[in-house]
């Protein structure tokens, strides 16, 4: 059985094609660069233009047809608007055409699922950091549910921001990662930890307003907030009594986050799992397995209940799989 993933919550329009074992037959995407903040309907008229192509290239690339495609699944939220309402089309139309059932994906449990089925963890608590979301979540009671988030902005999009005031390309999370090899000197800034949850836009303003020096600033951001992920993430694992942590999200493509994580794991007596990068980012392969994975407990959807949920909460899914 095969299943095709179209993936458009935010920057990314991305396909993935996976078999029922969960092997990658095709992965391919392509992302809106936002000149400014995103624009959403910027970024929906990219996906617009491109998921037809992206499909044909994903299709050519898993060497199949269109007739074998066996599912259909999209990501159906949390997410922009217009990204999402473009790649949810795309998705209701090719199941129409092929006649093939159509599953509604939650993107941040895509982001959970593909690391368990691409790594060895099996029941992890994950930390998914990425452009718009920072969360810590993990399965308890018949949900996944989120024990610690960000309370206004997603750890990448502040790193976004501060790279955009300070010159540097988009992403920024990549170039901030090179000065931070370079500071030395950890300023201070505030260390927002709520109960579970965290706060970056201080930490955005008071970096922002700063005089010391670039470098030292990157450093200081990176130690400051990814302590603070580690931190909820430690204690979620103690919550819950689990012994695994997994990574998902842009952000956790950073080597000094992975590193910090590894240290917390390995102090806890825990396994520590970080799926390929090409995963970790916005991707349609997430979406397709994690459709698959639903399409066998039995959860796909009709056109008519398709809609898009902008606000889609983790623990709204029914863990039925
Ligand atoms: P969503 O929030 O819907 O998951 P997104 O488009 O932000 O969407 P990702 O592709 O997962 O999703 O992540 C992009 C973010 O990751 C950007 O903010 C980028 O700066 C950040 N990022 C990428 N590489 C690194 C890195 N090495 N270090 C820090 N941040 C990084
Ligand atoms: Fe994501």
């Known amino acids: 059985m095969i299943t095709l993933g179209i993936e458009g919550t935010a920057h990314t329009v991305g396909i993935g094609i996976v078999n029922d074992e969960g092997d990658i037959l095709a992965n391919v995407s392509s992302s809106y660069v936002p000149k400014e903040g995103i624009h959403p309907r910027e970024a929906a008229n990219h996906h617009a233009d491109t998921v037809s192509s992206l499909i044909s290239t994903a299709l050519k690339e898993a060497n199949i047809t269109k007739e074998d495609i066996d599912v259909v699944a999209f990501s159906q939220g949390p997410g922009l608007g217009p990204c999402l309402r473009t790649a949810a089309t795309a998705a209701r139309s090719l199941s129409l055409r092929l006649n093939v059932p159509l599953v509604g994906v939650n993107h941040c449990i895509a982001h959970l699922e593909i690391g368990k089925v691409r790594t060895e963890a099996v029941d992890p608590v994950l930390l998914y950091a990425s452009g ?4 810590v979540i993990a399965f308890s009671r018949g949900r996944y549910r989120v024990f610690g ?26 170039v901030i990662e090179q000065k ?9 800034l505030p260390y927002s930890v709520k109960g579970m949850d965290l706060a970056f836009s201080g930490i955005m303003t008071a970096a922002l307003n700063s005089d010391a020096e670039l470098n030292d600033l990157c450093y200081s951001i990176q130690e400051t907030t990814f302590a603070m992920l580690v931190e909820v993430t430690e204690r979620a694992l103690a919550h819950t009594r689990k012994d695994e942590v997994l990574l998902g999200g842009g952000v956790t493509r950073n080597k000094r986050l992975q ?10 007596g825990s ?35 398709s809609g898009i949920k902008q606000g889609y909460r983790t623990d709204e899914v029914d863990v039925l799989w």
């Open 132 to 135: 718009g979301n920072t969360q």
């Open 149 to 174: 988030e960000t309370l206004d902005i997603g750890l990448g999009n502040m790193l976004d921001k501060f790279g955009r005031e300070n010159g540097m390309s988009f992403p920024a999370g990549p």
């Open 180 to 188: 931070a090899k370079k500071g030395k000197i950890l300023v201070d």
């Open 259 to 268: 590193e910090m994580g590894e240290i917390m794991a390995e102090e806890r």
């Open 271 to 305: 396994s520590f799992y970080v799926p390929d990068g090409e995963l970790c980012i916005d991707n349609g392969t997430m979406i397709a397995w994690t459709g698959w994975v639903m399409y066998q407990a039995g959860m796909s959807i009709k056109v008519k209940d």
